[in-house]
């Protein structure tokens, strides 16, 4: 073939696979879920997660519009259904009355000319309002732009963009990223805090108010990077707990420090305090990642009886995603209830996560060298003397998935060991509980260690079930339950 017809070709190839990309774009509702069904037959189910939300196939990354409407729990995602690599972003949907047993809804959102990136969700009336960024494609430097829509329901299934939109513009300093809108109200108004940046590329967060949803006054940054804090803020949430202010957020650009933001980028928080009428965020505590694990970005909350709620992207960045070859990548981490110890964060998983428990396999002494073979789910309690070692090593049955999770008393750390030197590790003083709670599914691991002080969410990827061994120079006293079934398989 000559070089004129190979390029001919290419060049033809290059139109049909955007065609069809345009295509998919402007597709309905109806026809993504008609490719899902027919899709979701192909999935090699080895990975598939048993009590996390993921994708039914194709790309998941974070977590959007957590909330509470008509009696249930809804959780959206950045989604792509036609590849399991990021691609134009749709809205998945899943709903829970518990937030542990989790159904799909029908997508939510599909991008036409505008793709729906990050945002939030809350109850405004009888509707149910999306706050997200619609996220534009252009043709000059930087190739993209980002102004904040609106879309409601009144169902909690189908949603509808207003026809106002965009109702945020642009942001004072014209930043084209302007992203990841958190809605929420106090006394009259409605407040939202985005993810931004300055024209030095330092990231920041700005805070608008409105009193209906529609018409937003800038009211001031804040938070921003002075300069080693990254060079944007994604996905920022700003609330109340235990009397003081959190401001989490995403940063990206933040550099390695020991053994500190190891991963791609962090999440994590500043402690403050927040007057209503100057809008001044009072910064008392520094920032801090929120969980020290290698797979744990972009984080959500939301609050229902005065307990407040986290839930995050199990996954990360620019980083392998194994399950990527199966038809699917990405999931969310299981829910977990925030509350302020100190200058510390601490995170429990939800309580009804014990209703998942099945048999107990193990209760009381697990030997030094000792072995146990479970499936593919289990919750352990470990408790060990925290004067002497603990090593636990984690691997599939059938080969794969190795994870070691250690306490070191010479230096009281916890460390989440996935071999080869990717490990990641903290300092942990219990506040008053000593053992672990460790939640594994087939493909990930999450380690709440005594209070939930100090937390760790991990992809692993075991072959078969799960073999645990005790390697530590210790008697260990163990329980183990496998856990139940709680999304769609
Ligand atoms: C964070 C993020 C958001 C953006 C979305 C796009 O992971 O980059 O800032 O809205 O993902 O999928």
């Known amino acids: 073939?000559?070089?004129?017809?190979?390029?001919?070709?290419?060049?033809?190839?290059?139109?049909?696979?955007?065609?069809?990309?345009?295509?998919?774009?402007?597709?309905?509702?109806?026809?993504?879920?008609?490719?899902?069904?027919?899709?979701?037959?192909?999935?090699?189910?080895?990975?598939?997660?048993?009590?996390?939300v993921a994708p039914p196939v194709g790309w998941m990354n974070d977590p959007n519009g957590f909330s509470y409407y008509k009696g249930e729990y809804h959780i959206f995602y950045q989604f792509y259904p036609y590849d399991s690599v990021w691609g134009p972003m749709h809205w998945g949907h899943s709903s829970s009355p518990d937030l542990v047993n989790w159904k799909t809804l029908p997508t939510a959102l599909v991008p036409g000319d505008v793709q729906c990136f990050s945002g939030s969700a809350v109850v405004d009336g009888d509707t149910l309002t999306l706050m997200y960024t619609a996220h534009e494609i252009t043709d000059s430097e930087p190739y993209y732009n980002e102004t904040q829509f609106l879309a409601y329901s009144d169902d909690g299934i189908n949603f509808r963009n207003y026809e106002g939109n965009p109702v945020l513009p642009a942001a004072p300093n014209g930043s084209p990223d302007f992203r990841d809108p958190k809605v929420w109200r106090h006394g009259d108004f409605w407040y939202v805090v985005i993810g931004s940046k300055t024209s030095d590329e330092r990231g920041r967060v700005l805070l608008y108010r409105s009193s209906d949803l529609k018409d937003w006054d800038f009211l001031t940054v804040i938070g921003e990077s002075t300069g080693d804090m990254g060079y944007m803020w994604e996905c920022?949430?700003?609330?109340?707990?235990?009397?003081?202010?959190?401001?989490?957020?995403?940063?990206?650009?933040?550099?390695?420090?020991?053994?500190?933001?190891?991963?791609?980028?962090?999440?994590?928080?500043?402690?403050?305090?927040?007057?209503?009428?100057?809008?001044?965020?009072?910064?008392?505590?520094?920032?801090?990642?929120?969980?020290?694990?290698?797979?744990?970005?972009?984080?959500?909350?939301?609050?229902?009886?005065?307990?407040?709620?986290?839930?995050?992207?199990?996954g990360m960045w620019e980083v392998p995603h194994p399950e990527e070859a199966d038809g699917w990548a990405g999931a969310l981490t299981l829910i977990r209830e925030l509350s302020l110890v100190?200058?510390?964060?601490?995170?429990?998983?939800?309580?009804?996560?014990?209703?998942?428990?099945?048999?107990?396999?193990?209760?009381?002494?697990?030997?030094?060298?000792?072995?146990?073979?479970?499936?593919?789910?289990?919750?352990?309690?470990?408790?060990?003397?925290?004067?002497?070692?603990?090593?636990?090593?984690?691997?599939?049955?059938?080969?794969?998935?190795k994870v070691w999770l250690k306490w070191d008393p010479d230096v009281e750390k916890v460390i989440v060991d996935r071999g080869s030197g990717d490990i990641r590790q903290v300092e942990w003083s219990p506040l008053d509980s000593k053992s672990w709670r460790i939640f594994l599914d087939a493909s990930s691991i999450e380690l709440f260690c005594g209070e939930g002080e100090v937390v760790f969410s991990s992809r692993v990827f075991p072959e078969g079930g799960w073999k645990l061994t005790n390697q530590s120079p210790q008697i260990l006293n163990i329980t183990l339950y496998k856990l139940k079934r709680s999304v769609p398989a």
């Open 1 to 52: 073939m000559t070089v004129i017809r190979l390029l001919t070709v290419f060049c033809l190839l290059t139109i049909v696979n955007s065609e069809s990309a345009n295509q998919r774009q402007h597709a309905t509702v109806a026809e993504v879920e008609e490719y899902i069904e027919k899709t979701k037959q192909n999935i090699n189910p080895r990975y598939r997660l048993h009590y996390h």
């Open 342 to 401: 100190g200058d510390r964060i601490i995170m429990k998983p939800v309580e009804s996560m014990i209703s998942l428990r099945e048999e107990k396999l193990l209760d009381g002494e697990f030997q030094a060298g000792e072995v146990i073979n479970f499936e593919k789910t289990g919750e352990i309690i470990v408790e060990g003397d925290l004067e002497n070692k603990i090593e636990l090593l984690l691997e599939g049955r059938e080969g794969g998935g």
């Open 236 to 314: 920022p949430d700003f609330f109340e707990l235990n009397g003081k202010h959190i401001l989490l957020m995403s940063p990206q650009g933040i550099n390695p420090e020991g053994d500190r933001y190891k991963n791609t980028y962090q999440t994590g928080y500043i402690i403050g305090t927040f007057n209503y009428d100057t809008y001044e965020f009072v910064q008392e505590v520094q920032f801090q990642e929120m969980d020290y694990g290698h797979d744990f970005y972009a984080t959500q909350t939301t609050d229902l009886d005065g307990k407040r709620y986290v839930i995050a992207w199990f």
